[in-house]
């Protein structure tokens, strides 16, 4: 079992940046990836990044590519989105994901909300 807890949403205007943190303890030596998701109010969740934990490959949704970045910290096992040059559009409640199994995301936080107000 893996555990999550994500930190870091909050109210911000367009333009602006926020930084979420994700939190892993568990089973965490046997993540083979981390990432985020999101979900807007009447939407479906939708993926957003994600990094392989030992590599540290990323992949990006390109709704966000040039303006997120994910990243790690292994002693930490923490992993982070950095958000910049927020948009309306990225209002939603944001999910950070494991997986042990290449990207068979199966563990998941609680969310933290993200309001980006133009």
């Known amino acids: 079992q893996v555990q999550l807890v994500e930190s870091g949403g909050g109210l911000v205007q367009a333009g602006g940046s926020l930084r979420l943190s994700c939190a892993a303890s568990?089973?965490?030596?046997?993540?083979?990836?981390m990432g985020w998701f999101r979900q807007a109010p009447g939407k479906e969740r939708e993926f957003v990044a994600r990094i392989s934990w030992r590599a540290g490959s990323t992949y990006y949704d390109d709704s966000v590519k040039g303006r997120f970045t994910i990243s790690k910290d292994n002693a930490k096992n923490t992993v982070y989105l950095q958000m910049n040059s927020l948009k309306p559009e990225d209002t939603a409640t944001y999910y950070c994901?494991?997986?042990?199994?290449?990207?068979?995301?199966?563990?998941w936080g609680q969310g933290t909300q993200v309001t980006v107000s133009s």
């Open positions: 994901a494991a997986a042990l199994i290449g990207y068979q995301f199966n563990y």
């Open positions: 568990g089973r965490t030596s046997s993540s083979s990836a």
